[in-house]
């Protein structure tokens, strides 16, 4: 991976859960315009990422709450 796509890891990280969401969404609306029709597959994928996501931040919180 190249050092770009590596800041732009780092940039996504640090975004708030809702900006993260809100960049995926134009990233998939830009890379369908690039790349033609994004396959079902892709799609379960990419929302199983953002699932992911989103727990692991609902966890980060609740152990943030509890402690």
């Given amino acids: 991976m190249s050092d770009i796509a590596h800041n732009l890891i780092d940039a996504f990280s640090a975004l708030s859960v809702r900006e993260r969401h809100a960049v995926l969404v134009e990233l998939a ?37 509890a402690g």
Wanted: zero cysteines; glycine letters at 8%.
């Fill in 29 to 65: 609306r830009i890379s369908e315009e690039d790349a033609g029709a994004i396959s079902d597959e892709e799609l379960t994928f990419a929302g199983a990422q953002v699932l992911a996501m989103y727990d692991a931040e609902e966890a980060g919180n609740a152990e943030t709450s």
